[in-house]
């Protein structure tokens, strides 16, 4: 293993439990523990974060750079008009617990996860399937409403995994998949251990034994990772101490990014807020490059619209309203409010949020409008603010993959109400043509930007610090979750 | 002109005299921010952030580029008004209640003191905890778990003074010349220990601000934006390895700020403890 004594204790503790060597066993830090290890029936991203990719499988994945990939079905074909999918299903697969994997476990997991009484936190990914029919033990074929742009991506995120029916209503406690690793223990409190799955039809992994730990404080965290007690942290939660691990030769850190929009959410019904020209005021005056630094200490990308940066429909609008407070008072002032005004931001816990709000209501400041900071906690955060829109401005990232689509949602907590974008919006999602996506989504970027609809801050990056030694860890993360299936340990 | 006296002889005491020059210089200090700090407070600058001590900011400036300098000015308020409210609320209860059970006796006695040995048994984290659990962190939170935490401890230090003044003669007088019990409570007794409650109350000050910076520190305090000498020292923790100065001075502050108060007390105690003091000093007759 790692130096002399840890080998001596996993030798050890391979004697005590008779186990196979525990060279190949990696332990990996998590901020958040999973409600349940079930990823089709909850939102949390802490669920896919543990058993994405390693635990369960869909007909497709998502890989490291966020293209779709063969998965449990090995290659497809889509009709002319784009509404019907036929997968051919990979042969000789089980599940963890033995029972066998054919279409009819596909047909079982989509209709379940469509059902009206399906708990799936992602029904909308299932909304357009009319039929699923089995045509053979390997062949499934999946009928749709309406031609989908995204739909191999959806069939590929850890909501859409294929789970068995005798299986489906425990998989909370004692998850049963077919992917490379299976379940062993999970400790509540502390952790879940999984072990490589030796009847895995597929690439061979080369981990054993993965334990994901569970430490939600920043220091505890870093103490954990400087004392040799974790191997890494896919994203370590406090980035003002990245610099103690990249002076230490003993870690990786490696930044990457995330599908998180960070954003300064505003009530665009509120007053003032619902006067473009008072939104236009705080996108000039807010400086994105103090509040990246401040609150994220450097660790971030600016972004002047809804849209991950890495994205290949990303334009560039950073400079819709450059940072200049003499251009903003102007503006604020045309709108009647030349001394300014008093606004509340409202504040989930998130270190982005609290660090990110004091720097921004001290910029805010520099055109007279006193914000008022509120610390919420996320369960009233997401009823006062998100379910209630009983808000001025909030700080939040938006983490789920290419969701311009929400503000196509006049009831959406934003209450940004243009049917013009709602109308971009409704051809973007049946429109299956590449080039002409890439331009509605650019053009959906650029109403963004220019009604100023949120204040626009930063992507989120993904902060990951890992023991140097370690390969195949995933930079970036396109998807929910941590795919261990290539990473490895140097010899 | 016994007022000074008093105090130029009280002065002569070194814990007493070291204790109330620091405190003194604290507390102007704190107060002083009210009005004045040298750097805004919530002035941001990240260009000038963890900056190193200069002309300009004399002990550098924080993760924000804020003045530390000021930033503690601000935050010895914000731990001060914390403490000094907390003692306000636990005298205000905790003093009558004790008053009474040694005026009343009996049955009120007992039901007192059992109802004290019951909230005594909490600590302040315990309380604060449940008030933040029902109500949410907040300086105003923290001060009220930090006075319900004080009140059985004034009332102690009440009634146990307070029973030694009942047995005096002319506490018999005043009752044989028909005053209730209310009456002489607040007119012979409360004067009589207001030396002592003084004592405790210095007292009662250096753990409030101990209490307050603890409560903060595990984020059940005070919150951002407003700073304390606790919520500074938790948010200089996590740079605590880059940058250790950052939580070096708000935890400075803390040592000082709690010391002075109990040198300060202690010294007061033994001035005015018959049993400690040969000179007497302003007690019973006073």
């Known amino acids: 293993m790692k130096n002399s004594a840890l080998h001596l204790a996993g030798l050890l503790a391979a004697t005590l439990f008779s186990s196979t060597t525990l060279a190949d066993e990696l332990r990996l830090g998590l901020v958040l523990e999973p409600p349940h290890l079930d990823p089709t029936a909850g939102a949390a991203a802490a669920i896919d974060e543990v058993v994405y990719a390693n635990l369960f499988e869909g007909l497709t994945r998502i890989d490291q750079n966020g293209a779709v990939q063969p998965s449990l079905a090995t290659d497809w074909t889509i009709s002319e008009d784009g509404t019907r999918y036929e997968f051919t299903l990979k042969e000789g697969v089980t599940f963890h617990d033995g029972t066998s994997f054919d279409a009819e476990d596909v047909k079982f997991s989509l209709d379940r996860a469509r059902a009206e009484d399906s708990v799936n936190a992602q029904k909308g990914i299932f909304a357009p399937i009319t039929k699923v029919e089995v045509m053979a033990p390997n062949k499934i074929a999946i009928e749709i409403a309406s031609p989908q742009g995204n739909f191999l991506f959806n069939l590929g995120r850890g909501d859409a995994v294929i789970v068995a029916p005798e299986s489906a209503e425990t998989n909370q406690t004692n998850p049963v998949g077919t992917g490379p690793f299976k379940f062993v223990d999970w400790q509540q409190g502390s952790k879940v251990i999984l072990e490589k799955n030796p009847d895995y039809v597929g690439n061979d992994v080369y981990l054993d034994r993965a334990i994901f730990t569970f430490i939600s404080d920043p220091n505890a965290a870093q103490n954990a990772m400087l004392a040799g007690e974790l191997d890494g942290f896919a994203n370590f939660p406090a980035p003002e101490t990245l610099e103690i691990f990249e002076a230490d030769p003993r870690f990786d850190v490696v930044v990457g990014s995330t599908e998180g929009e960070t954003i300064l959410a505003t009530n665009n019904k509120a007053e003032p807020f619902n006067d473009l020209r008072v939104r236009q005021a705080i996108a000039h005056v807010i400086d994105r490059q103090a509040i990246i630094d401040g609150a994220m200490f450097g660790y971030g990308t600016p972004i002047g619209t809804h849209f991950a940066p890495h994205h290949p429909y990303y334009v560039d609008l950073l400079d819709t309203y450059p940072h200049d407070v003499a251009k903003a008072k102007e503006l604020l002032a045309a709108a009647g409010y030349e001394n300014g005004f008093k606004a509340t931001l409202k504040l989930p816990p998130p270190t982005y949020a609290r660090r990110g709000g004091q720097i921004l209501a001290a910029q805010l400041r520099e055109i007279g409008i006193e914000l008022e900071l509120i610390n919420v906690e996320w369960a009233q955060w997401l009823e006062d603010v998100f379910t209630k829109k009983d808000y001025d401005l909030t700080i939040v990232s938006h983490v789920e993959p290419f969701d311009i689509g929400i503000y196509a949602n006049p009831d959406y907590y934003f209450q940004y109400d243009n049917a013009d974008f709602q109308k971009l919006i409704e051809e973007l999602n049946v429109s299956t043509d590449e080039a002409r996506r890439k331009e509605l989504a650019q053009e959906a970027q650029k109403i963004l930007a220019e009604d100023a609809v949120n204040g626009y801050l930063f992507q989120l990056a993904k902060t990951g610090v890992w023991d140097a030694r370690l390969s195949g860890m995933w930079p970036n993360s396109p998807v929910e979750g941590n795919d261990l299936t290539q990473v490895k340990w140097a010899d | ?286």
């Open chain 2, 1 to 286: 002109m016994r007022v000074f006296k008093q105090f130029a002889s009280n002065f002569r005491h070194p814990s007493f005299a070291i204790g109330f020059v620091l405190s003194a210089v604290l507390i102007v200090l704190a107060l002083l921010s009210l009005v004045w700090t040298p750097h805004p407070t919530n002035g941001v600058n990240i260009a000038a952030r963890f900056g190193s001590p200069s002309l300009q900011h004399v002990i550098g400036t924080d993760f924000f580029g804020r003045d530390i300098f000021s930033m503690l000015m601000a935050g010895a308020l914000t731990s001060l008004r914390v403490a000094v409210l907390a003692v306000g609320i636990g005298m205000v209860v905790g003093v009558p209640l004790g008053l009474l059970a040694a005026g009343h006796g009996g049955w009120l006695e007992r039901l007192i003191l059992r109802l004290n040995d019951f909230v005594f048994a909490f600590p302040a984290i315990i309380t604060a905890i449940i008030i933040t659990t029902l109500f949410g962190p907040s300086a105003i939170n923290a001060m009220i778990a930090i006075g319900i935490f004080n009140i059985p401890v004034f009332a102690r230090v009440a009634r146990g003074g307070a029973l030694s003044i009942w047995t005096l003669d002319y506490v018999d007088a005043a009752r044989l010349s028909g005053l209730k019990v209310w009456q002489i409570s607040v007119r012979h007794v409360l004067p009589n220990i207001l030396s002592l409650l003084i004592v405790q109350a210095t007292i009662q000050l250096s753990l409030g601000i101990l209490a307050e910076a603890g409560l903060s520190y595990i984020g059940l305090g005070t919150q951002p934006p407003e700073t304390s000498l606790g919520l500074m020292l938790k948010e200089a923790q996590s740079f605590f390895l880059a940058y250790p100065m950052q939580a070096v001075w708000p935890g400075l502050t803390i040592i000082i700020f709690v010391m002075a108060l109990n040198l300060m007390g202690d010294g007061l105690r033994d001035q005015m403890d018959p049993k400690l003091s040969k000179a007497g000093g302003i007690n019973v007759a006073g």
